[in-house]
């Protein structure tokens, strides 16, 4: 058995796809939990804001739940051909502590997926990008869907399978 995280970075068709990974996850007798970036309302990274306490939001449960996943499923919509803002942002804040954010990433398995307006071929490519940068081991197989393409059921499977492992 193991322990998902499935961290979605919007609340609309992203999350819904972040159900539907975490019911399969269940189903197969793992656990899943969800963190929803978009609900979590992050003030927006600036050095301003790192050098003022009262302004530094307190991400330690989100810390601790990402330390606590054997797997985190990343999914989040193409925003302008690239990484919406809520991930660009938590990841900055989680980066503060850059030492121990590089220990939490370094070898963690890591799924993508998106439901985006097109296919969001390019934010699965950024996204690649940044989280195998961050030393993730990020899977090959990717989850794409769209305003013409449903998410395929054997690939929301075959990624569970092969991140439990
Ligand atoms: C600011 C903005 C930029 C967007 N840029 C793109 C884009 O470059 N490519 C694309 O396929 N869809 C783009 N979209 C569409 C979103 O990817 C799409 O609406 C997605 O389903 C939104 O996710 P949500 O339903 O979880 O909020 C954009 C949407 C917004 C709001």
């Known amino acids: 058995m193991a322990r998902f995280l499935m ?8 999350l819904e796809l ?3 990974f975490a019911s399969t996850a269940t189903e197969k007798g793992h656990d899943a939990e969800i963190i929803d970036l978009a609900e979590m309302d992050l003030p927006m990274f600036t050095i301003a804001r790192t050098e003022d306490p009262e302004q530094v939001p307190d ?3 989100l810390v601790d739940t990402m330390m606590q996943a054997d797997a985190w499923i990343v999914i989040a919509p193409e925003y302008n051909g690239s990484i919406p803002p809520t991930l660009n942002n938590a990841l ?7 030492k121990s954010f ?4 370094t070898g963690k398995p890591v799924g993508l997926a998106t439901h985006s307006g097109g296919g969001g ?3 699965i490519m950024a996204m690649r990008q940044q989280f195998s940068y961050l ?3 990020v899977m090959g197989r990717v989850c794409q869907s769209g305003r013409d393409k449903e998410a395929n059921p054997e690939t929301i499977d ?6 439990a492992r």
């Open 59 to 61: 991400i330690s449960d």
């Open 18 to 20: 972040a159900n539907t």
């Open 102 to 105: 590089q220990t939490l990433c």
């Open 92 to 98: 900055a804040w989680l980066s503060r502590d850059w």
């Open 121 to 123: 071929a390019h934010v």
């Open 7 to 14: 961290i979605t970075a919007t609340s609309g068709t992203n």
């Open 158 to 163: 075959a990624m569970i399978d092969n991140l």
């Open 135 to 137: 030393g993730a081991d």
